[in-house]
T-cell receptor, first 112, second 115 residues
Framework: DQQVKQNSPSLSVQEGRISILNCDYT??????FLWYKKYPAEGPTFLIS?????DKNEDGRFTVFLNKSAKHLSLHIVPSQPGDSAVYFC???????????FGTGTSLTVIP | ETGVTQSPTHLIKTRGQQVTLRCSSQ?????VSWYQQALGQGPQFIFQ???????GRGNFPPRFSGLQFPNYSSELNVNALELDDSALYLC??????????????FGPGTRLTVT
Protein backbone atom coordinates (compact mmCIF):
# COMPACT_ATOMS: atom_id res chain seq x y z
CA ASP A 1 0.00 0.00 0.00
CA GLN A 2 1.69 3.17 -1.26
CA GLN A 3 1.07 5.84 1.37
CA VAL A 4 3.07 8.49 -0.46
CA LYS A 5 2.40 8.94 -4.17
CA GLN A 6 4.08 10.88 -6.90
CA ASN A 7 1.80 10.46 -9.86
CA SER A 8 4.04 12.10 -12.43
CA PRO A 9 6.98 9.84 -13.29
CA SER A 10 8.62 12.59 -15.33
CA LEU A 11 8.54 16.34 -15.97
CA SER A 12 10.32 18.53 -18.53
CA VAL A 13 10.74 22.28 -18.02
CA GLN A 14 12.57 25.04 -19.88
CA GLU A 15 15.52 26.64 -18.12
CA GLY A 16 14.42 29.73 -16.19
CA ARG A 17 10.83 28.57 -15.81
CA ILE A 18 9.14 27.19 -12.72
CA SER A 19 9.20 23.46 -11.97
CA ILE A 20 6.35 22.14 -9.85
CA LEU A 21 6.62 18.63 -8.46
CA ASN A 22 3.64 17.13 -6.70
CA CYS A 23 3.18 14.57 -3.96
CA ASP A 24 0.05 13.14 -2.34
CA TYR A 25 -0.23 11.12 0.84
CA THR A 26 -2.95 9.09 2.47
CA UNK A 27 -1.88 8.84 6.12
CA UNK A 28 -3.24 11.70 8.24
CA UNK A 29 -0.68 10.84 10.92
CA UNK A 30 2.19 12.13 8.78
CA UNK A 31 3.56 15.31 10.35
CA UNK A 32 6.97 15.80 8.76
CA PHE A 33 7.71 15.92 5.07
CA LEU A 34 10.91 16.10 3.07
CA TRP A 35 12.08 16.35 -0.51
CA TYR A 36 15.19 14.61 -1.75
CA LYS A 37 17.07 14.95 -5.02
CA LYS A 38 18.88 12.00 -6.54
CA TYR A 39 21.48 11.98 -9.29
CA PRO A 40 22.41 8.71 -11.04
CA ALA A 41 24.87 6.53 -9.08
CA GLU A 42 24.49 8.70 -5.98
CA GLY A 43 22.34 8.43 -2.88
CA PRO A 44 19.42 10.83 -2.37
CA THR A 45 20.39 14.27 -1.10
CA PHE A 46 18.19 16.19 1.32
CA LEU A 47 16.70 19.29 -0.27
CA ILE A 48 14.05 20.85 1.96
CA SER A 49 11.61 19.85 4.68
CA UNK A 50 8.37 21.07 6.20
CA UNK A 51 6.60 20.35 9.44
CA UNK A 52 2.84 19.96 9.55
CA UNK A 53 2.54 23.10 11.68
CA UNK A 54 3.58 25.14 8.63
CA ASP A 55 2.10 25.44 5.16
CA LYS A 56 5.17 26.83 3.41
CA ASN A 57 8.92 26.63 3.72
CA GLU A 58 11.39 28.42 1.50
CA ASP A 59 15.08 27.91 0.88
CA GLY A 60 16.54 29.92 -1.95
CA ARG A 61 15.07 28.73 -5.25
CA PHE A 62 13.17 25.91 -3.52
CA THR A 63 9.78 26.26 -1.83
CA VAL A 64 7.67 23.49 -0.41
CA PHE A 65 3.95 23.97 0.09
CA LEU A 66 1.83 21.75 2.32
CA ASN A 67 -1.96 21.48 2.07
CA LYS A 68 -2.96 19.27 4.98
CA SER A 69 -6.66 19.20 4.18
CA ALA A 70 -5.90 17.90 0.69
CA LYS A 71 -3.02 15.72 1.92
CA HIS A 72 -0.87 17.25 -0.78
CA LEU A 73 2.53 18.83 -0.95
CA SER A 74 4.41 20.39 -3.78
CA LEU A 75 7.96 21.50 -4.49
CA HIS A 76 8.48 24.65 -6.54
CA ILE A 77 11.83 25.38 -8.13
CA VAL A 78 12.24 28.92 -9.47
CA PRO A 79 14.08 29.55 -11.69
CA SER A 80 14.83 26.04 -12.91
CA GLN A 81 18.42 25.33 -13.93
CA PRO A 82 19.90 22.45 -15.97
CA GLY A 83 21.72 21.25 -12.85
CA ASP A 84 18.33 20.63 -11.26
CA SER A 85 17.80 17.71 -13.63
CA ALA A 86 17.49 14.70 -11.31
CA VAL A 87 14.95 12.38 -9.73
CA TYR A 88 13.02 14.00 -6.89
CA PHE A 89 11.51 11.97 -4.07
CA CYS A 90 9.08 13.19 -1.46
CA UNK A 91 9.06 11.43 1.89
CA UNK A 92 6.88 11.60 4.98
CA UNK A 93 7.13 10.55 8.60
CA UNK A 94 4.26 9.90 11.02
CA UNK A 95 4.14 11.55 14.44
CA UNK A 96 5.15 8.26 16.08
CA UNK A 97 7.97 5.97 15.11
CA UNK A 98 10.99 6.56 12.94
CA UNK A 99 9.92 5.22 9.58
CA UNK A 100 10.07 7.46 6.55
CA UNK A 101 7.77 6.63 3.65
CA PHE A 102 8.98 7.57 0.19
CA GLY A 103 7.16 8.23 -3.05
CA THR A 104 8.23 6.59 -6.30
CA GLY A 105 9.99 9.70 -7.58
CA THR A 106 9.61 12.22 -10.41
CA SER A 107 12.37 12.59 -12.97
CA LEU A 108 12.87 16.29 -13.73
CA THR A 109 14.60 17.40 -16.91
CA VAL A 110 15.45 21.07 -17.27
CA ILE A 111 16.04 21.92 -20.91
CA PRO A 112 18.68 24.61 -21.59
CA GLU B 1 33.74 15.85 7.38
CA THR B 2 33.41 12.34 5.93
CA GLY B 3 30.12 11.46 4.26
CA VAL B 4 28.23 8.19 4.36
CA THR B 5 30.09 5.35 2.65
CA GLN B 6 28.83 1.91 1.69
CA SER B 7 30.56 -1.28 0.61
CA PRO B 8 30.62 -3.08 -1.67
CA THR B 9 29.36 -1.01 -4.58
CA HIS B 10 28.01 -3.98 -6.50
CA LEU B 11 27.39 -7.57 -5.55
CA ILE B 12 26.07 -10.63 -7.33
CA LYS B 13 24.75 -13.53 -5.26
CA THR B 14 22.88 -16.75 -5.91
CA ARG B 15 19.41 -17.49 -4.56
CA GLY B 16 19.62 -19.06 -1.10
CA GLN B 17 22.95 -17.45 -0.23
CA GLN B 18 23.58 -14.91 2.52
CA VAL B 19 24.95 -11.39 2.11
CA THR B 20 26.37 -8.69 4.38
CA LEU B 21 26.35 -5.03 3.36
CA ARG B 22 28.29 -2.38 5.23
CA CYS B 23 27.78 1.28 5.99
CA SER B 24 29.93 3.92 7.66
CA SER B 25 27.86 6.79 8.96
CA GLN B 26 28.68 10.45 8.68
CA UNK B 27 30.91 11.76 11.43
CA UNK B 28 28.92 12.58 14.58
CA UNK B 29 25.78 10.72 13.50
CA UNK B 30 24.44 8.09 15.90
CA UNK B 31 21.48 6.82 13.88
CA VAL B 32 21.57 4.60 10.81
CA SER B 33 18.63 3.60 8.64
CA TRP B 34 18.61 1.03 5.86
CA TYR B 35 16.39 1.18 2.80
CA GLN B 36 15.68 -1.12 -0.13
CA GLN B 37 15.04 0.57 -3.48
CA ALA B 38 13.69 -1.72 -6.16
CA LEU B 39 13.87 -0.62 -9.78
CA GLY B 40 11.37 2.18 -10.49
CA GLN B 41 10.35 2.46 -6.85
CA GLY B 42 11.14 4.77 -3.99
CA PRO B 43 13.29 3.66 -1.07
CA GLN B 44 11.48 1.36 1.39
CA PHE B 45 12.42 1.48 5.05
CA ILE B 46 13.95 -1.76 6.35
CA PHE B 47 15.01 -0.74 9.86
CA GLN B 48 16.81 1.86 11.92
CA UNK B 49 19.52 1.59 14.54
CA UNK B 50 20.11 4.19 17.24
CA UNK B 51 23.08 3.84 19.57
CA UNK B 52 23.45 0.12 18.71
CA UNK B 53 19.79 -0.77 19.32
CA UNK B 54 17.12 -1.46 16.70
CA UNK B 55 14.84 1.56 16.80
CA GLY B 56 12.11 0.79 14.31
CA ARG B 57 11.46 -1.74 11.58
CA GLY B 58 9.55 -1.71 8.33
CA ASN B 59 7.61 -4.52 6.73
CA PHE B 60 10.53 -6.85 6.02
CA PRO B 61 10.88 -10.51 7.09
CA PRO B 62 13.27 -11.58 9.88
CA ARG B 63 15.84 -12.82 7.35
CA PHE B 64 16.72 -9.13 7.05
CA SER B 65 18.77 -8.33 10.13
CA GLY B 66 21.18 -5.63 11.16
CA LEU B 67 23.81 -4.52 13.55
CA GLN B 68 25.25 -1.20 14.66
CA PHE B 69 28.72 -0.96 16.16
CA PRO B 70 30.06 1.36 18.90
CA ASN B 71 31.52 3.64 16.21
CA TYR B 72 27.97 3.80 14.73
CA SER B 73 28.88 1.98 11.55
CA SER B 74 26.34 -0.62 10.56
CA GLU B 75 25.74 -3.90 8.73
CA LEU B 76 22.71 -5.24 6.92
CA ASN B 77 22.52 -9.01 6.67
CA VAL B 78 20.13 -10.85 4.40
CA ASN B 79 19.78 -14.62 4.69
CA ALA B 80 18.24 -17.07 2.23
CA LEU B 81 18.38 -14.60 -0.64
CA GLU B 82 15.44 -14.50 -3.03
CA LEU B 83 15.30 -13.13 -6.55
CA ASP B 84 13.08 -10.24 -5.34
CA ASP B 85 15.88 -9.10 -3.03
CA SER B 86 17.64 -7.72 -6.09
CA ALA B 87 17.67 -3.96 -5.46
CA LEU B 88 19.74 -0.95 -4.48
CA TYR B 89 20.33 -0.95 -0.73
CA LEU B 90 20.75 2.49 0.75
CA CYS B 91 22.12 3.42 4.12
CA UNK B 92 21.36 6.79 5.68
CA UNK B 93 22.76 8.36 8.81
CA UNK B 94 21.30 11.11 10.95
CA UNK B 95 21.53 12.67 14.37
CA UNK B 96 18.09 11.31 15.31
CA UNK B 97 16.35 12.98 18.20
CA UNK B 98 14.43 16.18 17.52
CA UNK B 99 12.42 16.65 14.30
CA UNK B 100 14.89 19.21 13.00
CA UNK B 101 17.56 16.53 13.27
CA UNK B 102 15.70 14.06 11.09
CA UNK B 103 17.57 15.02 7.95
CA UNK B 104 19.19 11.87 6.71
CA UNK B 105 22.38 11.73 4.71
CA PHE B 106 22.45 8.86 2.26
CA GLY B 107 25.31 6.81 0.98
CA PRO B 108 25.60 5.91 -2.71
CA GLY B 109 24.11 2.46 -2.15
CA THR B 110 25.04 -1.15 -2.82
CA ARG B 111 23.53 -2.72 -5.93
CA LEU B 112 22.65 -6.35 -5.12
CA THR B 113 21.75 -8.75 -7.88
CA VAL B 114 20.39 -12.18 -6.97
CA THR B 115 20.46 -14.80 -9.71
Amino acid sequence: DQQVKQNSPSLSVQEGRISILNCDYTNSMFDYFLWYKKYPAEGPTFLISISSIKDKNEDGRFTVFLNKSAKHLSLHIVPSQPGDSAVYFCAAKPNTGNQFYFGTGTSLTVIP
Amino acid sequence: ETGVTQSPTHLIKTRGQQVTLRCSSQSGHNTVSWYQQALGQGPQFIFQYYREEENGRGNFPPRFSGLQFPNYSSELNVNALELDDSALYLCASSLGGRPDEYEQYFGPGTRLTVT
